[in-house]
């Protein structure tokens, strides 16, 4: 890009406006060409920005590297995930204790400081919902229909679930009711996917939590979850002894946020 720009030849110059047109013109020209290169460069960005708790340009940087189109490595699939998980987990926080805030300020009785607090989490979720949107455009747009083995489309169709799910913890009415049929098509999709995968494989096995957590706490249909979470429980039960010691630590970790949470839902 250097040696391009000091390659340029400015045009002859014949006046005043003429010289100042052709002073500000080059450095015009020379942004231009520079913000094509960004991507090359985003994910080495996106990690700087990781280290310095800045998850917001860290998801852009991400964002630019799948708009390259070139498929990602499984290190770059997770700083993708990463990003915007983390991106979101602040808000989601923020939202929930803005609730809080409103629900305990109108209890004692101080209804203009809970108007106050309302209007906070509606920002806050106008962010959430931006960011869930952009996320859910980039898997539904290049990364799902792209994915070229089962792994792979099974990690993209469980976080197209998960962020469908965000969507549906503030959404209401329709709106929650579409967004609710979208992450149950993603999970269910991801579900046939993960069929091609051992059972105690990390991906599937968290895409099997996080549809039963969704069925529980979206669908409200505690039995779905329970079946979801056995049965994904149970099968990787049964490969544990003989699998990879790659997979084994994080199917044991996975195998007990289901065992508990099948404590909770069948007492």
């Not at 189109?69 to 700083?79: A, T």
């Not at 959404?171 to 609710?180: I, K, W, Y």
């Not at 096995?205 to 429980?233: K, P, W, Y």
Request: hydrophobic residues 40%.
């Amino acid at each position: 890009a250097t040696s391009r720009s000091s390659a340029h030849l400015e045009p002859p110059l014949r006046s005043a406006h003429h010289l100042q047109c052709a002073r500000v013109t080059p450095r015009l020209d020379r942004t231009k060409r520079r913000r094509p290169a960004m991507p090359a460069n985003s994910f080495a960005l996106a990690r700087v920005a990781e280290r310095a708790g800045r998850y917001d340009d860290m998801a852009e940087f991400m964002k630019a590297r799948v708009e390259t189109g070139r498929p990602l490595s499984s290190e770059e699939r997770d700083m993708f995930s990463a990003a915007f998980k983390n991106s979101l987990t602040e808000r989601r926080q923020a939202v929930r204790m803005a609730h809080f805030a409103a629900e305990t300020e109108s209890q004692d009785g101080r209804s203009h400081n809970a108007e106050l607090a309302l209007g906070y989490k509606s920002k806050v979720v106008a962010e959430l919902q931006q960011i869930c949107n952009k996320v859910l455009a980039l898997l539904q747009e290049r990364l799902v229909p792209s994915a070229s083995d089962a792994e792979t489309q099974c990690f993209f169709l469980k976080m197209q679930g998960d962020y469908y799910r965000y969507l549906a913890e503030f959404s209401e009415g329709e709106a929650r009711g579409t967004v609710a049929e979208g992450a149950n098509r993603a999970y269910s999709a991801g579900v046939q996917a993960a069929q091609h995968l051992l059972a105690v494989h990390p991906v599937r096995l968290g895409l099997c939590l996080n549809f039963s957590v969704f069925q529980h706490e979206v669908m409200r249909d505690t039995g779905a979850a329970i079946s979801t979470a056995r049965t994904a429980f149970e099968q990787a039960a049964e490969e544990l002894d003989s699998t990879d010691p790659q997979y084994r630590n994080d199917a044991v970790m996975t195998m007990q946020l289901l065992q508990d949470n099948l404590s909770l839902w069948e007492q």
